[in-house]
C-alpha cells in the first residue's frame, strides 16, 4: 500500500488574526513539532502565503522549525497561487504569475523548489495543465469528489493530457475528506473520527493520500493533544513522499479530470461551479467585474514604469479568490475581507483617474448586465451611480480607502440570517438610496422587501439615467412604478444626484400619474457597511437642544430630522440629515455561520430606512431632499 499524508490551511488575508493564533495553538505547533520527532516519515503541506507571512514576522521559532523541517525532507511545501486566487478566474499570464510568485517565496524562504501544486478552493481546469509546464510543476494534489460528477472518481495516481501537455494527479482519499467534514459540522466526535479513519486505512487500498484540512479541524472544536493524536495515527503508516510513489509506478495509469469544485472545503448550496456564483449573486457578479474591468483598463497605460508596477501590484492583490469562497473561515462572509478588495480596487481608481496622461473610463458596465455604470472619482468621495435602482452601488471616502456601499445579502445556503427582523432579498446588490413603497396603513415593524404583495420594491427596476453637467458630478434617474396597488395608482420618481467633495446629496420628485389622488408610505434604503470596535452599530440622533445616542441592533423612530454614525478604525462620521422629519428604521444585519473561531455572527451591514407618509392629488408631486455626509472626525 502506497500512502501520502498530507495537511492544508486557507486562512486568508482580513481574517480576524484570533484564527491564526488558534490555528498556531492548536494545529501548527502541534504537528510541525510531531514531524520534528518523527523520523522515516514524510508530510505534504500546503499553507497560504497570509500564514507563512505571519509566521515570519510574529512566530519566527515556528517559522524556523518548519525551514528545518522543509530542508530535511521531512515536509514537502506544495506551491499554490500566490493570493490565494481561483485560477480559473484569471488570465493564462496571470495564473503562472501567482505560482511563480508562490514557487519563488517557498524557495527563498524554505529551501523547496516545489513542484507539487495544490489548488486554492480545489477548483480546477484542464487549462492549468499548460501554466504548471510553464512553471515547471509536474504534479497535482486534488480532491476527485464533486457531487455534480458522480460517476467520476479516481482512486489512484493517474498522467493527465491536455494539448500535448501532461501532468501526475494525485487523488486524496474522499472517504477521509468526507469523515473531517462531517467532523467540522460536529456530527462525529473526535474518537469516531479517528476509528473511522484507522478503518479506511485497514482497508488497505492500493494508493491511498490523506489530506486533512486543518481549518476543519479547528471548526470541529480540535485541541492540541488531539492534533498530535490524528497525525500520530497518520504517520505509523510510514508516508512516502510524492517522489518514492513515482518510482514505485511502473506505468502511470491515464485519465482525465474534467473541469470542477472538488473536494468538501467549501459550501456550495446549488452551485455547480464557481462561475455560478456570478450569475446567482449580483454582489459577487459586480465584484468579479469590477476586478476583469481594472485589469482590463490598467493594462492599457504604457508610459510611466513605477505607475505600471504599482498597479500591477494591486491587480495581482484583487484577483484573490477569498472573497468568492465560503469555507470553513468563511472568508466570503467577512467584511474585512471585502474590505481589503475594495481598498486596492479603489487604490488603482485614484491612481489611474490622477493620471494626467491617461483618460480613465468614466462609464463601464462592471457587472455584465447591459447596463452602463458611472464611475465618479472626487476629491474625497468616489461613488458608482447605478441605472438599476436609480441608486448608488459604491460610496468610499477616499482618505481611508474605504467602500462603505459594501452590504451583503448572500444567497441562502450561506449562513444563517434568521435573526434579521427584515431581511433583504438573497442574491441582490445592496445598493444606496433604493426606493421601496408600502401602503399607507403598512406597519413599519413587519417592514419586509421579500413579501412582494406588502411593499413595492423599485431596487431591480431600470431607471433612465442621464448626466447632467460636463463634470459628470451631477445626475438624473427617471422610473415610472407603473400601475400598483400598494400605491393606489402610478408614480414618477425623478431623483436628482449631486456629488460634492464630502456630501452625496438626493432630490426624490414623486408625481402623481394618476387621475385621482393617492396615499403611501415612501421609503428610501441606504444600507451602509460601517467599520466599528463594537456590535450593534450605535448612531446619535441630532437634536437642536440634546444628542441621543442608540445601542440597539434595530430600532424605529419617529419625527428624525438627522443623525450621525461614527467609524471608529476609520475615525470618519457620516451624518445622514434630510430637509423633512422622517420616521427611521435602523438594523444591523449579520450572519451566523460555524467557522474555525466557533459559532460567529459576521456583520454585513446596517440598513437605515428614511420613510414618509405620502399623500398627492391627481398631477401633484412631492420633492425631498436627503444628504449623507462623509468626513473625518
Same mark, same amino acid.
Given at each position: 500500500?502506497?500512502?501520502?499524508?498530507?495537511?492544508?490551511?486557507?486562512?486568508?488575508?482580513?481574517?480576524?488574526?484570533?484564527?491564526?493564533?488558534?490555528?498556531?495553538?492548536?494545529?501548527?505547533?502541534?504537528?510541525?513539532?510531531?514531524?520534528?520527532?518523527?523520523?522515516?516519515?514524510?508530510?505534504?503541506?500546503?499553507?497560504?502565503?497570509?500564514?507563512?507571512?505571519?509566521?515570519?514576522?510574529?512566530?519566527?521559532?515556528?517559522?524556523?522549525?518548519?525551514?528545518?523541517?522543509?530542508?530535511?525532507?521531512?515536509?514537502?511545501?506544495?506551491?499554490?497561487?500566490?493570493?490565494?486566487?481561483?485560477?480559473?478566474?484569471?488570465?493564462? %499570464?496571470?495564473?503562472?504569475?501567482?505560482?511563480?510568485?508562490?514557487?519563488?517565496? @517557498?524557495?527563498?524562504?524554505?529551501?523547496?523548489?516545489?513542484?507539487?501544486?495544490?489548488?486554492?478552493?480545489?477548483?480546477?481546469?484542464?487549462?492549468?495543465?499548460?501554466?504548471?509546464? @510553464?512553471?515547471?510543476?509536474?504534479?497535482?494534489?486534488?480532491?476527485?469528489?464533486?457531487?455534480?460528477?458522480?460517476?467520476?472518481?479516481?482512486?489512484?495516481?493517474?498522467?493527465?493530457?491536455?494539448?500535448?501537455?501532461?501532468?501526475?494527479?494525485?487523488?486524496?482519499?474522499?472517504?477521509?475528506? =468526507?469523515?473531517?467534514?462531517?467532523?467540522?459540522?460536529?456530527?462525529?466526535?473526535?474518537?469516531?473520527?479517528?476509528?473511522?479513519?484507522?478503518?479506511?486505512?485497514?482497508?488497505?487500498?492500493?494508493?491511498?493520500?490523506?489530506?486533512?484540512?486543518?481549518?476543519?479541524?479547528?471548526?470541529?472544536?480540535?485541541?492540541?493533544?488531539?492534533?498530535?493524536?490524528?497525525?500520530?495515527?497518520?504517520?505509523?503508516?510510514?508516508?512516502?513522499?510524492?517522489?518514492?510513489?513515482?518510482?514505485?509506478? =511502473?506505468?502511470? %495509469?491515464?485519465?482525465?479530470?474534467?473541469?470542477?469544485?472538488?473536494?468538501?472545503?467549501?459550501?456550495?448550496?446549488?452551485?455547480?461551479?464557481?462561475?455560478?456564483?456570478?450569475?446567482?449573486?449580483?454582489?459577487?457578479?459586480?465584484?468579479?467585474?469590477?476586478?476583469?474591468?481594472?485589469?482590463?483598463?490598467?493594462?492599457?497605460?504604457?508610459?510611466?514604469?513605477?505607475?505600471?508596477?504599482?498597479?500591477?501590484?494591486?491587480?495581482?492583490?484583487?484577483?484573490?479568490?477569498?472573497?468568492?469562497?465560503?469555507?470553513?473561515?468563511?472568508?466570503?462572509?467577512?467584511?474585512?475581507?471585502?474590505?481589503?478588495f475594495w481598498r486596492y480596487i479603489s487604490e488603482a481608481d485614484s491612481i489611474l483617474s490622477s493620471l494626467k496622461d491617461y483618460s480613465y473610463p468614466v462609464v463601464t458596465d462592471f457587472d455584465h448586465d447591459e447596463l452602463d455604470e458611472y464611475l465618479v472619482i472626487g476629491k474625497y468621495l468616489s461613488c458608482v451611480v447605478d441605472s438599476k435602482g436609480g441608486s448608488l452601488a459604491e460610496l468610499t471616502y477616499l482618505p481611508s480607502l474605504y467602500n462603505y456601499?459594501?452590504?451583503?445579502?448572500?444567497?441562502?445556503?450561506?449562513?444563517?440570517?434568521?435573526?434579521?427582523?427584515?431581511?433583504?432579498?438573497?442574491?441582490?446588490?445592496?445598493?444606496?438610496?433604493?426606493?421601496?413603497?408600502?401602503?399607507?396603513?403598512?406597519?413599519?415593524?413587519?417592514?419586509?422587501?421579500?413579501?412582494?404583495?406588502?411593499?413595492?420594491?423599485?431596487?431591480?427596476?431600470?431607471?433612465?439615467?442621464?448626466?447632467?453637467?460636463?463634470?459628470?458630478?451631477?445626475?438624473?434617474?427617471?422610473?415610472?412604478?407603473?400601475?400598483?396597488?400598494?400605491?393606489?395608482?402610478?408614480?414618477?420618481?425623478?431623483?436628482?444626484?449631486?456629488?460634492?467633495?464630502?456630501?452625496?446629496?438626493?432630490?426624490?420628485?414623486?408625481?402623481?400619474?394618476?387621475?385621482?389622488?393617492?396615499?403611501?408610505?415612501?421609503?428610501?434604503?441606504?444600507?451602509?457597511?460601517? =467599520?466599528?470596535?463594537?456590535?450593534?452599530?450605535?448612531?446619535?440622533?441630532?437634536?437642536?437642544?440634546?444628542?441621543?445616542?442608540?445601542?440597539?441592533?434595530?430600532?424605529?423612530?419617529?419625527?428624525?430630522?438627522?443623525?450621525?454614525?461614527?467609524?471608529?478604525?476609520?475615525?470618519?462620521?457620516?451624518?445622514?440629515?434630510?430637509?423633512?422629519?422622517?420616521?427611521?428604521? %435602523?438594523?444591523?444585519?449579520?450572519?451566523?455561520?460555524?467557522?474555525?473561531?466557533?459559532?460567529?455572527?459576521?456583520?454585513?451591514?446596517?440598513?437605515?430606512?428614511?420613510?414618509?407618509?405620502?399623500?398627492?392629488?391627481?398631477?401633484?408631486?412631492?420633492?425631498?431632499?436627503?444628504?449623507?455626509?462623509?468626513?473625518?472626525?
Open positions: 500500500m502506497k500512502v501520502l499524508i498530507g495537511a492544508y490551511s486557507q486562512l486568508s488575508q482580513g481574517v480576524p488574526v484570533p484564527a491564526f493564533e488558534r490555528a498556531l495553538a492548536t494545529v501548527f505547533k502541534p504537528l510541525l513539532t510531531l514531524m520534528h520527532h518523527t523520523e522515516g516519515s514524510s508530510l505534504q503541506l500546503s499553507l497560504g502565503i497570509p500564514v507563512l507571512e505571519w509566521l515570519e514576522l510574529t512566530q519566527q521559532p515556528v517559522n524556523l522549525l518548519l525551514a528545518d523541517l522543509a530542508r530535511s525532507g521531512k515536509v514537502e511545501l506544495l506551491t499554490g497561487s500566490y493570493h490565494q486566487t481561483i485560477l480559473s478566474l484569471l488570465s493564462p %499570464k496571470d495564473r503562472s504569475n501567482q505560482i511563480e510568485l508562490t514557487t519563488t517565496y @517557498l524557495r527563498k524562504r524554505y529551501g523547496q523548489r516545489s513542484k507539487t501544486l495544490f489548488c486554492y478552493a480545489q477548483a480546477f481546469n484542464p487549462q492549468y495543465i499548460n501554466t504548471m509546464n @510553464l512553471c515547471c510543476v509536474d504534479n497535482l494534489v486534488i480532491s476527485s469528489y464533486d457531487c455534480d460528477k458522480p460517476k467520476q472518481e479516481f482512486s489512484e495516481p493517474f498522467s493527465m493530457q491536455e494539448m500535448g501537455k501532461s501532468i501526475s494527479i494525485f487523488p486524496t482519499s474522499t472517504a477521509i475528506n =468526507a469523515l473531517v467534514y462531517t467532523y467540522a459540522r460536529k456530527e462525529i466526535s473526535f474518537g469516531n473520527l479517528l476509528d473511522q479513519i484507522q478503518s479506511v486505512f485497514d482497508r488497505k487500498p492500493a494508493f491511498l493520500m490523506a489530506m486533512i484540512n486543518l481549518d476543519q479541524l479547528m471548526q470541529g472544536g480540535i485541541n492540541e493533544e488531539q492534533t498530535t493524536e490524528l497525525f500520530r495515527l497518520l504517520m505509523n503508516y510510514g508516508p512516502e513522499t510524492i517522489e518514492e510513489v513515482h518510482t514505485l509506478e =511502473a506505468i502511470p %495509469k491515464k485519465g482525465y479530470l474534467q473541469a470542477g469544485w472538488y473536494g468538501f472545503d467549501s459550501i456550495k448550496t446549488n452551485l455547480c461551479c464557481i462561475n455560478d456564483l456570478f450569475v446567482k449573486d449580483e454582489s459577487f457578479a459586480y465584484l468579479y467585474g469590477r476586478y476583469t474591468s481594472l485589469v482590463e483598463c490598467a493594462r492599457t497605460y504604457k508610459k510611466d514604469k513605477d505607475v505600471r508596477k504599482r498597479l500591477e501590484q494591486l491587480i495581482q492583490k484583487v484577483s484573490t479568490g477569498t472573497v468568492y469562497l465560503c469555507d470553513a473561515n468563511a472568508s466570503m462572509l467577512r467584511s474585512s475581507v471585502r474590505k481589503l456601499g459594501d452590504g451583503l445579502s448572500p444567497l441562502q445556503g450561506f449562513g444563517s440570517s434568521k435573526n434579521n427582523q427584515h431581511p433583504s432579498i438573497a442574491g441582490k446588490k445592496q445598493r444606496l438610496f433604493s426606493d421601496v413603497f408600502l401602503s399607507s396603513e403598512a406597519v413599519l415593524d413587519e417592514y419586509s422587501k421579500v413579501q412582494e404583495h406588502h411593499c413595492l420594491d423599485m431596487s431591480s427596476t431600470v431607471y433612465n439615467l442621464c448626466v447632467l453637467d460636463r463634470r459628470n458630478t451631477e445626475y438624473r434617474a427617471v422610473a415610472c412604478t407603473g400601475q400598483s396597488d400598494i400605491i393606489g395608482g402610478e408614480l414618477e420618481i425623478s431623483k436628482h444626484f449631486k456629488l460634492r467633495q464630502n456630501t452625496v446629496l438626493l432630490d426624490v420628485t414623486l408625481s402623481n400619474l394618476s387621475d385621482h389622488p393617492v396615499s403611501f408610505l415612501y421609503g428610501c434604503e441606504i444600507p451602509l457597511s460601517i =467599520a466599528s470596535l463594537k456590535s450593534p452599530i450605535s448612531f446619535l440622533q441630532l437634536e437642536n437642544k440634546k444628542n441621543v445616542q442608540y445601542d440597539e441592533a434595530e430600532i424605529i423612530l419617529k419625527q428624525v430630522k438627522s443623525i450621525r454614525m461614527f467609524d471608529e478604525p476609520n475615525s470618519t462620521s457620516l451624518t445622514l440629515v434630510a430637509d423633512t422629519r422622517f420616521t427611521l428604521l %435602523k438594523e444591523d444585519y449579520t450572519i451566523e455561520i460555524a467557522t474555525v473561531l466557533g459559532e460567529e455572527q459576521l456583520y454585513q451591514h446596517t440598513l437605515f430606512m428614511t420613510s414618509w407618509p405620502i399623500q398627492l392629488e391627481s398631477g401633484a408631486e412631492k420633492k425631498i431632499t436627503l444628504g449623507l455626509r462623509v468626513e473625518r472626525k
